[in-house]
């Protein structure tokens, strides 16, 4: 159940936008594609996809990355001992930050898209060029405005676009577990998937402050893989 609830709650997704755009289907024409393996789709089980700033739309799958330019396919995949191939076919997450870096989460590591080149690299130099020091498992995060941020257990970095600025924020509680982060701006939102627990931090002052959710919810939080969601009304939603 942990290993389909991504793909559940792509297809929420793909559902809740097809009703919101009812009305203006209603009074305009549409065509609607499939893109599937016969297409040149590398696999069926799409984990994620991602529209970048180029207009191409990249689809991870459990069998490789695809970059999808409105005519065709080109699939990317792991081959064992070349340095600048991803390292994994399990395409987990995708994520573009605002200096066009496309940051691939593999579930245990992560690799960056380095457009230039049309090939992949550990992030470790990058994140140091940046002044980032990031933890084996750390968290990589991209918030509204395409700025990036690395959450490790005891310390969170956060580099500005803009500014080209990074900041450092000291925790006062570990970061222990695996967490789902969501972002309306103000705040960063992340629940931890074996503890279920809630948190927010304050993009501007780094100050982490828990959430206390109702009863019914944490229930079915512990021992999940929990997603977490903002919506435009700042609604939070939690998917178990």
């Given at each position: 159940?942990?290993?389909?609830?991504?793909?559940?709650?792509?297809?929420?997704?793909?559902?809740?936008?097809?009703?919101?755009?009812?009305?203006?289907?209603?009074?305009?024409?549409?065509?609607?594609?499939?893109?599937?393996?016969n297409?040149?789709?590398?696999?069926?089980?799409?984990?994620?996809?991602?529209?970048?700033?180029?207009?191409?739309?990249?689809?991870?799958?459990?069998?490789?990355?695809?970059?999808?330019?409105?005519?065709?396919?080109?699939?990317?995949?792991?081959?064992?001992?070349?340095?600048?191939?991803?390292?994994?076919?399990?395409?987990?997450?995708?994520?573009?930050?605002?200096?066009?870096?496309?940051?691939?989460?593999?579930?245990?590591?992560?690799?960056?898209?380095?457009?230039?080149?049309?090939?992949?690299?550990?992030?470790?130099?990058?994140?140091?060029?940046?002044?980032?020091?990031?933890?084996?498992n750390?968290?990589?995060?991209?918030?509204?405005?395409?700025?990036?941020?690395?959450?490790?257990?005891?310390?969170?970095?956060?580099?500005?676009?803009?500014?080209?600025?990074?900041?450092?924020?000291?925790?006062?509680?570990?970061?222990?577990?695996?967490?789902?982060?969501?972002?309306?701006?103000?705040?960063?939102?992340?629940?931890?998937?074996?503890?279920?627990?809630?948190?927010?931090l304050?993009?501007?002052?780094?100050?982490?402050?828990?959430?206390?959710l109702?009863?019914?919810?944490?229930?079915?939080?512990?021992?999940?893989?929990?997603?977490?969601?903002?919506?435009?009304?700042?609604?939070?939603?939690?998917?178990?």
């Amino acid at each position: 159940m942990k290993k389909n609830l991504r793909q559940i709650c792509i297809h929420v997704l793909v559902i809740f936008w097809i009703v919101s755009f009812q009305s203006i289907i209603g009074q305009s024409s549409y065509v609607f594609h499939h893109l599937e393996t016969n297409e040149g789709l590398s696999n069926n089980n799409v984990k994620t996809f991602l529209r970048d700033s180029y207009g191409f739309l990249w689809i991870g799958t459990e069998s490789g990355l695809n970059r999808y330019d409105g005519y065709g396919f080109k699939v990317y995949k792991m081959h064992p001992g070349v340095s600048n191939a991803l390292s994994s076919n399990n395409i987990v997450e995708l994520q573009e930050d605002g200096l066009g870096n496309i940051w691939v989460d593999l579930g245990y590591s992560y690799m960056v898209y380095k457009r230039d080149k049309d090939s992949f690299s550990d992030t470790k130099l990058l994140l140091l060029n940046l002044g980032i020091e990031a933890d084996f498992n750390a968290k990589i995060f991209v918030d509204k405005n395409r700025n990036l941020w690395v959450l490790n257990k005891k310390k969170v970095f956060f580099y500005n676009i803009k500014k080209k600025k990074t900041s450092v924020f000291q925790l006062k509680t570990s970061l222990k577990e695996e967490i789902s982060i969501a972002d309306n701006g103000e705040f960063l939102y992340a629940i931890q998937y074996d503890s279920g627990i809630c948190w927010k931090l304050n993009k501007n002052s780094g100050v982490l402050t828990f959430i206390e959710l109702p009863d019914f919810i944490k229930q079915n939080a512990i021992n999940a893989t929990n997603i977490i969601y903002i919506d435009s009304n700042n609604g939070l939603w939690i998917c178990s």
